[in-house]
């Protein structure tokens, strides 16, 4: 099993992409929303009106019931149990004449039909009314009245129905009924009150079909047959078998309408109301115009939660709220990424074996600064590339640090065989790096951990690991990887101890200054000296320079230990002049990692302010190596001289010093490198011709450019006269003296000061 590996996403289409999620996820819930809404809802919506139309339909059927009971009790009115029990159709007929003026109003006729189907009517008729379908015995009721279809009168052939109320005797057998007539059209009265909505058509139909009552007079007393041949079989005589419910079907008009029916509570009747489906579809479309407003919404809250989203997220990112996740410039991960997921990767796989690797670029800062940083940007990129390819072999990890570093972490299944391959891999990567416009030269330190066996390293300390076997082959040019290994522990450990108690020995006074005379060759005479630091330690006795400075270096406690020293520089001079005693400038040493020039001399200033010493007392040693690019060297240059101090390219000629700073940054002297005398001597410290000549030429070219000249590291009187015979200024080194304490140093000046 690999790593699990990242695709490498830059920021802009990681944006891109959650946007896209996002967008994808809006607009799944929208149409959600819209199949819920616009489905389900109007579904519900539809199934409540329906609900609502059959509940309002059968509440009004429910009045009908009160008009009949109406009439009935007006009807039971009449009724006299001996006259109706005994008396004949002719009796019951004078009583009824004699009383109809007490019925109701409505009845256009009152008569009483005898058990041989006789008819004796309230208009003085006797009718033989056999065969009439309304006297159906079949259907009476004791105390129960009976309501008719649709009839029509034989006096008015006007539309009626009858509501009739049978008697039985004893033996309850019907003995007669008792029968008033009303004419449809006192339906009105009910009808007219019944309203459902803004645009049905209510009305009645009798058991058999019959429209009883209806807006359009002409379909009173008949059938009602859709035309459409859809609906031709909703013929109104189906719907009154029908009972309760709903159908699809047709009005008067030829409009399709929603049918809502119920059974008229007292008789057979069904009450009816018609809905036009074009009102309904209106109102769904007016749903539909809301679901596009729904959608409308939906995008544009999408579109300022995409915008909110970036602004907050730009928000946090320029402002470092959170940690950035990819370097713009490689596209791959961040250290602080890189950190977390290599965690991540370690703790899930504690069985695993893994390799880190810490890679960079020789000399980068000068490429930087003689190429440019738009040419540096893109070797990185160029090497990011290469490098990516490698780990995506492996399916490892990789992150782009600060400036050339890049971080890397591979799963080694069987250690010798994968270092085997990941240095073939470096080799072949040499080679493609070979065909590069500018040549370059990586390096890289390599740690091996295994979860398991150390649980409790963190990935900062493997990169520290990785890093210090890396710094190692800092000065090797043949060598460009080294693995970290026992003897880097201890050393690492050393380092870690004297990081541990870094601060406390500033604090406690632990460090202090020697100074190292520089002489000038033409009379042997001290001109100056160099303020060089020192450190007397609790644990390990006196350190000299070269076993703290690269690390302060590396963490950044040298910008700390720069202006003490100063501070300390000051404050002997300063001693000195008030004791009345000889003086010669001091070099101080600006170590490589002051990047802001401005807030340098700020805060040089406000130490050197508090002492009355002369600026040419001072003279500042800056380095080409520093990490301040050629036009921040300039800079700062300008601004010592502005106040009266004189500056020193340290270290010219160590390796990575370019002819190009000696005629841009306006240093007053150039102080030659030890290692130039070194590589120029044999074995018996001759110089060699070549050597010679160069350095000869160097001289007289720094003359030309009007920069005193200083050797440092000059041991032997070989070494001194040499470079007297070719006119060097001044030299530094052990031929003269070592590094003096404040006390030997004032004795050195006292016998070495000049006195013309
Ligand atoms: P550097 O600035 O090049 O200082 C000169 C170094 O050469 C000193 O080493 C000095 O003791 C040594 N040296 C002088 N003459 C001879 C000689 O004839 N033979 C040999 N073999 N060495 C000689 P030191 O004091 O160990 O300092 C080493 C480096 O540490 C310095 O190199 C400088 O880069 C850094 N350093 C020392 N003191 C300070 C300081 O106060 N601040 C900063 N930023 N860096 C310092
Ligand atoms: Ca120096
Ligand atoms: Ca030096």
Same mark, same amino acid.
């Given at each position: ?127 033989? $009314? ?56 006192? =339906? ?38 859709? #035309? ?19 159908? %699809? ?5 030829? %409009? ?75 596209? $791959? ?10 965690? #991540? ?41 290469? =490098? ?114 870094? %601060?406390?020995? $500033? ?24 303020? =060089? ?9 006196? =350190? ?79 380095? /080409? ?33 370019? $002819? ?47 920069? /005193?000249?200083?050797? /440092? ?28 304490? %404040? ?14």
């Amino acid at each position: 099993m690999g790593l699990s590996v990242k695709s490498y996403l830059s920021p802009e289409k990681l944006k891109l992409l959650y946007s896209a999620v996002i967008s994808v996820f809006v607009m799944a819930l929208l149409f959600i929303l819209n199949g819920i809404v616009l489905k389900d809802g109007l579904r519900f919506l539809e199934k409540r009106y329906f609900d609502n139309c059959s509940q309002v339909l059968q509440g009004y059927s429910n009045g009908f019931q009160h008009y009949f009971e109406n009439y009935n009790t007006s009807l039971n009115s009449i009724y006299d149990e001996e006259l109706f029990e005994k008396g004949d159709g002719k009796t019951i007929q004078k009583w009824i004449i004699r009383n109809i003026k007490y019925l109701s109003p409505d009845f256009c006729s009152v008569f009483y039909v005898d058990s041989n189907s006789v008819g004796y009517f309230s208009q003085g008729d006797v009718i033989d $009314l056999t065969g009439k379908s309304y006297l159906t015995p079949g259907n009476f009721k004791e105390d129960s009245y009976y309501v008719t279809d649709l009839f029509f009168s034989v006096y008015t052939s006007e539309p009626i129905f009858i509501i009739e109320k049978p008697y039985f005797d004893k033996n309850k057998k019907l003995k007669g009924i008792l029968c008033a007539s009303i004419k449809i059209k006192k =339906l009105d009265k009910v009808t007219d009150h019944i309203k459902i909505g803004e645009h049905s058509t209510v009305y009645v139909l009798d058991r058999l079909g019959h429209v009883l009552t209806h807006p359009d007079e002409d379909f009173i007393g008949k059938v009602f047959f859709p #035309k459409s041949e859809k609906y031709k079989n909703v013929t109104s005589d189906v719907t009154a078998r029908l009972g309760n419910g709903y159908v %699809e079907t047709e009005n008067h008009l030829g %409009e399709s309408i929603d049918l809502f029916y119920t059974q008229v509570k007292g008789c057979d009747w069904i009450l009816c109301a018609g809905f036009p489906k074009k009102y309904l579809r209106s109102w769904f479309d007016k749903f539909k115009k809301i679901r596009f407003f729904i959608i409308l919404i939906g995008l544009v809250s999408l579109a300022l939660l995409l915008l909110v989203q970036n602004s907050i997220s730009d928000y946090f990112y320029t402002n470092q709220l959170i940690s950035p996740i990819y370097d713009p410039l490689t596209r $791959l991960w961040t250290r602080q990424k890189f950190e977390s997921e290599a965690a #991540k990767i370690l703790a899930k796989n504690s069985h695993g074996r893994f390799a880190l690797i810490e890679a960079d670029i020789r000399s980068f800062n000068m490429i930087n600064q003689n190429y440019g940083a738009e040419c540096a940007d893109r070797m990185i990129f160029f090497f990011s590339q290469c =490098l990516n390819k490698i780990v995506q072999k492996f399916g490892g990890i990789i992150a782009h640090g600060y400036a050339d570093r890049f971080y890397i972490l591979l799963r080694f299944y069987n250690i010798r065989s994968s270092m085997r391959r990941i240095e073939g891999e470096l080799k072949f990567l040499e080679s493609e790096i070979r065909s590069y416009a500018i040549p370059f030269f990586p390096k890289y330190g390599i740690t091996l951990c295994k979860p398991s066996r150390m649980p409790v390293v963190s990935i900062s300390e493997l990169i520290t690991q990785a890093g210090f076997a890396k710094n190692t082959i800092r000065n090797n040019s043949l060598a460009n990887c080294s693995i970290y290994n026992a003897a880097m522990f201890e050393k690492l450990n050393e380092e870690q101890y004297i990081e541990s108690c870094m %601060e406390d020995g $500033l604090k406690n006074g632990e460090f202090f200054v020697m100074y190292q005379p520089k002489i000038r060759l033409s009379d042997d005479t001290i001109v100056g000296s160099e303020a =060089l630091v020192r450190w007397k330690t609790k644990h390990f006795g006196l =350190l000299s320079p070269d076993k703290f400075i690269p690390l302060f270096e590396r963490n950044g406690f040298i910008v700390k230990l720069d202006f003490y020293v100063y501070e300390q520089v000051f404050k002997f001079i300063d001693s000195q002049i008030k004791k009345g005693n000889p003086v010669v400038p001091v070099s101080i040493n600006m170590s490589r990692n002051h990047n802001d020039s401005a807030k340098f001399m700020q805060d040089f200033m406000s130490i050197f302010n508090r002492y009355s010493i002369p600026s040419n007392l001072i003279q500042i040693e800056i380095v /080409e190596r520093s990490v301040m690019d050629k036009d921040c060297l300039c800079d700062i240059t300008d601004r010592l001289h502005k106040e009266g101090f004189s500056v020193a390219m340290d270290d010219f000629g160590s390796g990575e010093s370019s $002819l190009n700073m000696l005629t841009k940054v306006p240093v007053d002297v150039l102080k030659f490198d030890r290692e130039f005398l070194l590589s120029s001597m044999d074995d018996n410290g001759a110089l060699d011709e070549k050597s010679a000549k160069f350095i000869q030429s160097l001289i007289e070219l720094s003359k030309h450019l009007d920069k /005193e000249t200083i050797f /440092e590291g000059v041991e032997t009187l070989k070494q001194r006269n040499f470079l007297k015979s070719i006119k060097c200024d001044q030299v530094q080194g052990y031929f003269y003296s070592k590094p003096l304490s %404040e006390s030997d140093y004032e004795q050195f000046i006292l016998e070495h000061i000049s006195h013309s």
